[in-house]
């Protein structure tokens, strides 16, 4: 199959899921995970329509938008891997939202960073509904203490959340973890808080895309199902 064929494929899955739910498709943004595949392959998915394009580290973003027809804005690129503070620097005028902010820590670099460009960077909070020791990510416990403090920030906008199900999760404890966070999502949107406006739930990815849009989700990461080759 092409990645034109993967891309159909997705959609159609997508449409699926969203009739379960009574959702519009127009609602998820697809976004297409290209950390395993060269420029010229995103350039491909590109062509099939997609829009949004997020790396996991940023080498390998910076990589891509070596390619002319690649850069930022021409293409909406996304940062989706855990970020370190000394690399928040070279990226601030690369993308266009940060899924992977975790700490009050990461947070406080981003903002100084986005200062100094004169600049509001979008950003995601990402949690760690499982508990998983492995994942990065904020647990819910402590939302509350890192949201006083977030609002000190004035260089971030809190679009929402970010969160992954464990890879070896059934299709039962993704939708509990996926309802979770959107419980979360739901409960932050009713707040009034000027650095927060949430319209953002970043969850699902191939293998679990479709559980997450049941759950809410209106920002999928798709990596394998778009660019494998079969």
């Given at each position: 199959?092409?990645?034109?064929?993967?891309?159909?494929?997705?959609?159609?899955?997508?449409?699926?899921a969203?009739?379960?739910?009574?959702?519009?498709?127009?609602?998820?943004?697809?976004?297409?995970?290209?950390?395993?595949v060269?420029?010229?392959?995103?350039?491909?998915?590109?062509?099939?329509?997609?829009?949004?394009?997020?790396?996991?580290r940023?080498q390998?973003?910076?990589?891509?938008?070596?390619?002319?027809?690649?850069?930022?804005p021409?293409v909406?690129?996304?940062l989706?891997g855990?970020?370190q503070?000394?690399k928040?620097?070279?990226?601030?005028?690369?993308?266009?939202?940060?899924?992977?902010m975790?700490?009050?820590?990461l947070?406080?670099?981003?903002?100084?960073?986005?200062?100094?460009n004169?600049?509001?960077?979008p950003?995601?909070?990402?949690?760690n509904?499982?508990?998983?020791?492995s994942?990065?990510?904020?647990?819910?416990?402590l939302?509350?203490?890192?949201?006083?403090?977030?609002?000190?920030?004035k260089?971030?906008?809190?679009?929402?959340f970010?969160?992954m199900?464990?890879?070896?999760s059934?299709?039962?404890?993704?939708?509990?973890?996926f309802?979770?966070?959107?419980?979360?999502?739901?409960?932050?949107?009713?707040?009034?808080?000027?650095?927060?406006?949430?319209?953002?739930?970043?969850?699902?990815?191939s293998?679990?895309?479709?559980?997450?849009v049941e759950e809410?989700?209106?920002?999928?990461r798709i990596?394998?199902?778009?660019?494998?080759?079969?």
């Amino acid at each position: 199959m092409s990645i034109r064929d993967n891309v159909l494929r997705v959609q159609e899955r997508l449409e699926n899921a969203c009739a379960r739910a009574g959702r519009k498709p127009e609602e998820i943004t697809v976004v297409a995970v290209s950390k395993t595949v060269t420029a010229k392959e995103v350039i491909e998915a590109k062509d099939c329509g997609l829009t949004h394009f997020a790396e996991n580290r940023v080498q390998k973003l910076l990589e891509k938008q070596e390619t002319e027809e690649l850069k930022y804005p021409k293409v909406d690129w996304h940062l989706i891997g855990h970020l370190q503070t000394n690399k928040v620097k070279y990226i601030m005028d690369k993308v266009s939202l940060i899924h992977s902010m975790d700490s009050i820590h990461l947070a406080e670099e981003i903002n100084r960073q986005a200062e100094k460009n004169n600049m509001i960077m979008p950003v995601l909070l990402e949690m760690n509904i499982s508990g998983e020791e492995s994942k990065y990510g904020l647990a819910p416990e402590l939302l509350d203490d890192f949201m006083e403090k977030f609002v000190d920030f004035k260089n971030l906008k809190l679009k929402g959340f970010m969160t992954m199900a464990p890879l070896a999760s059934d299709e039962k404890m993704q939708h509990e973890i996926f309802a979770k966070i959107h419980n979360i999502y739901v409960d932050m949107a009713k707040q009034t808080i000027y650095n927060v406006d949430i319209s953002t739930l970043s969850m699902g990815m191939s293998m679990d895309f479709e559980s997450a849009v049941e759950e809410g989700s209106t920002m999928v990461r798709i990596g394998t199902d778009i660019f494998k080759a079969i």
